[in-house]
């Protein structure tokens, strides 16, 4: 597959954020409703003890949890004075593993998300490969085999991952539109 080189902005000419893509500065939310939503139900699923079992330090965690619980409810039907301190630890144990729970569930759907974008594009990609006898097709980037050779010009998107093999190229504030230098071979 074939792409182009990426280059730095030229200094001076930028504010925080123009190191970054212009899709990426107006991408999804912190808090996007649909990964929450995600999140959170990943969040309980995961306190399946065969699933904490891989992370060692929350499964201990949670093993705390559940035998404070135990007590806690123990201390409950026994009418023992003094549960409160109980149950708060009780409370903050579990809040513990269902928040690490929940970090690592949107970590897990914001890259999902990202995946599925990319993996978008690159389907829905139309890029100029040149094949035999020189002739150019417009062929899917799904299409694209090692070895083939690709014409980017600006405003095209870079179809996958590859050397720039004749011309100049780059990629200045938007790696995701993937302009480059018109006649790029790549």
């Keep these: 597959m074939s792409t182009t080189t990426v280059t730095a902005p030229t200094p001076g000419t930028a504010d925080m954020t123009s190191f970054l893509p212009r899709k990426l500065v107006r991408a999804r939310p912190l808090f996007d409703p649909e990964i929450v939503r995600r999140a ?43 549960t409160g301190f109980s149950l708060q630890i009780a409370i903050w144990l579990w809040f513990t593993v269902v928040f ?11 890259g999902k998300a990202q995946a599925d974008s990319l993996r978008k594009t690159k389907t829905d990609s139309i890029a100029k490969r040149i094949g035999a006898k020189n002739k150019v097709e417009e062929v899917p980037a799904s299409r694209f085999r090692a070895g083939d050779v690709v014409i ?21 504030e938007s790696v995701i539109t993937g302009e480059s230098a018109p006649g790029t071979r790549v």
Excluded: H, W, Y
């Excluded at 980017?152 to 004749?166: H, K, L």
């Design 40 to 82: 959170l139900k990943d969040s309980f699923l995961k306190l399946n003890p065969a699933v904490q079992f891989k992370n060692p330090v929350m499964f201990v965690v949670e093993v705390g949890a559940a035998v404070t619980t135990v007590l806690l409810l123990r201390d409950l039907l026994t009418r023992t004075p003094g």
């Design 100 to 110: 690490a729970n929940f970090a690592e569930a949107m970590a897990e759907a914001r």
């Design 152 to 172: 980017c010009e600006v405003g095209d998107i870079i179809p996958g991952d590859g050397e720039v093999i004749e011309g100049i190229a780059t990629v200045d």
